[in-house]
């Protein structure tokens, strides 16, 4: 068995809550791995289990081949943990937040300043390391976090909804740290709740709702199974977009109606504009686009990501 | 087969050991002026008390006679008692305050408890700072002690371990309470709490001056238990009841460590 995380039928539940209930995963070393859902779908659960800091409820979990119940520290030394609310020592400065942590590892001194400096680099923060954490922007304490995660070397990171809250500039200075680190052959793990994100940094992932797995591949694989090569959105002036489903009939595989707008799903979205203009159907306005995460996932479950 | 298990568990222990002390590293890395102004204070309070009633309402009170029969001055009767008690609220405070503070509001042990460190030793590592801590006001005490011919250099060293004992005991189970507390309104509670046992714990007057209800009720407080071990070392008088304050005192350690753990262990790892 070669995968570093093995979960069968895991299962969490809080009270008569059923969190997780009962999942396969497999995460194979070097891929970065992804768990898509919208809020509340048991991303951040499954991550703590994983992270052996909340024991499961049931099924069988395995981590780098050890269990969390009965070796949670050994496990723990080789995994980097990125969660999802910053817990930076405020009490500390920069570079402290990452030698006192490297301690908790039992790594020495000298090793922690060095690899401290090191990583101070690698997230940008090199000059920083004197400042207190409270005056730092949000991205620079996501990518501090990151770093912290990074401090023994880990061979596995786990991110829980590592971009939440940052603004695009700061999400992109992130994907692209972490595609850095993806390079270098680190297994990461991810939670997410935005497609492109996924999309940017999976390899394999599985989408979640409702405690279970819906879906499980690449990004491509998932929306060449679940959805259409293109999607043509309308957006109709009228309180009732629903009204307009039946005159759409037949442009493409499927018609969507959402609150605000129509997914057609097509092969061809310049050639289901067309037909639309030819039904005399007048949209206020109209873009054709290629499927996307958030397609399969509106697919799998009638719902969509972020609410 | 036991002496494969022997090795394993020493170096399970001696990992515990490291992780706790990286947990109490953390606070001496925290430590800056501002904080080390409030441990100055700490100091000065039971000095003050010392000086105040010890000294001043002693002027007044004149000699004090002991259970045993023997006559001590009011100054040399109080001394002991404030040291216990600044062993209590200096433990007290770390680890009901501060604890409670890193716990819900920094999540500092949210991040500590994704490395291998595991909840007890959380417990430990804070409890050894707040102790560490504590040492300080009692070794500085105790020399003030020492200086106003109050107790002897050699029954001072003696007190020296109890009042580190005293630290310990109450720091476990400030560390216990904090896991109860709801919020910061609670903290009252404690102030209050403390304040009584402060009060009535046969600190400014023997408990044999009260009624047998109230004595007994008295007698039976974690704080007189103190009270009674470090003024009968410091003023030689030490007995057998001595040594059923260090068991009281052990007791509350080790099972206050105990819940403390399991209960950080059920608040921070559901």
């Known amino acids: 068995m070669n995968s570093l995380i093995h979960a069968r039928g895991l299962i969490k539940r809080f009270g008569d809550f059923t969190a997780v209930d009962g999942i396969d995963v497999d995460v194979r070393a070097g891929e970065a791995f992804g768990f898509l859902g919208p809020n509340g779908a048991g991303k951040s659960s499954t991550m703590r289990m994983i992270g052996c800091v909340s024991p499961p409820s049931g099924g069988v979990l395995q981590i780098l081949g050890m269990d969390p119940r009965r070796d949670g520290p050994r496990i723990r030394a080789r995994l980097g943990v990125c969660p999802q609310l910053d817990n930076l020592d405020p009490e500390l400065t920069v570079l402290e937040n990452l030698t006192t942590y490297a301690r908790f590892f039992g790594i020495s001194r000298k090793t922690a300043r060095d690899r401290a400096a090191e990583l101070l680099d690698f997230v940008q923060l090199g000059e920083r390391a004197g400042s207190k954490v409270e005056p730092l922007s949000g991205g620079m304490k996501r990518r501090l976090t990151i770093a912290r995660a990074l401090v023994n070397e880990p061979d596995v990171v786990l991110l829980d909804e590592p971009t939440t809250g940052l603004d695009p500039q700061a999400r992109h200075l992130v994907w692209e740290r972490l595609f850095r680190l993806k390079q270098q052959g680190v297994t990461l793990v991810l939670t997410t709740h935005y497609m492109d994100e996924a999309e940017q940094l999976c390899d394999r992932l599985v989408v979640m709702d409702g405690g279970r797995i819906v879906a499980e591949g690449s990004p491509r694989e998932l929306i060449e199974a679940h959805s259409t090569r293109e999607v043509v959105e309308l957006r109709f002036p009228t309180q009732d977009q629903g009204a307009y489903a039946e005159k759409l009939a037949g442009i493409g595989e499927r018609v969507e109606v959402l609150p605000d707008r129509v997914l057609l799903y097509v092969a061809d979205g310049d050639d289901a504009l067309a037909e639309v203009h030819r039904r005399s159907l007048s949209p206020a306005s109209s873009l054709a686009r290629r499927s996307s995460l958030e397609d399969v996932f509106l697919r799998l479950t009638g719902r969509t990501l972020v609410d | ?270």
């Open chain 2, 1 to 270: 087969m036991l002496t494969l298990t022997i090795p394993r568990r020493l170096m399970a222990v001696q990992a515990m050991g490291r992780r706790s002390a990286a947990v109490a590293e953390r606070n001496v890395a925290a430590l800056k002026t501002a904080y080390a102004l409030v441990m100055v204070g700490g100091l000065l309070e039971p000095v003050l008390y010392l000086f105040s009633i010890g000294v001043g309402v002693g002027a007044l009170v004149g000699d004090i006679p002991l259970p045993g029969g023997r006559v001590v001055g009011y100054a040399e009767f109080v001394a002991p008692a404030m040291l216990a008690s600044s062993a209590m609220s200096g433990a007290l405070s770390e680890t009901t305050f501060n604890f409670f503070g890193k716990m819900k509001f920094m999540r500092l042990y949210e991040g500590m408890l994704a490395t291998p460190v595991r909840p007890i030793e959380i417990a430990l590592g804070e409890l050894s700072w707040a102790m560490a801590r504590g040492s300080l006001y009692s070794g500085a005490f105790l020399a003030i002690m020492v200086a106003m011919d109050l107790t002897t250099p050699a029954r001072a060293l003696v007190a020296f371990p109890a009042s580190m004992l005293v630290g310990f005991a109450f720091g476990a189970l400030g560390m216990t309470i904090s896991t109860l507390m709801r919020g910061w309104q609670d903290f009252d509670m404690i102030g209050a709490g403390m304040f009584v046992l402060f009060l009535f714990s046969g600190t400014f007057v023997p408990a044999t001056a009260y009624p047998d209800v109230l004595r007994w009720l008295v007698e039976i407080t974690p704080l007189y238990r103190a009270v009674d071990l470090i003024r009968g070392l410091s003023l030689g008088t030490a007995g057998l009841v001595q040594l059923l304050d260090v068991l009281y005192l052990l007791a509350m350690l080790i099972v206050g460590l105990m819940v403390a753990g399991r209960r950080m262990e059920r608040l921070l790892c559901k």
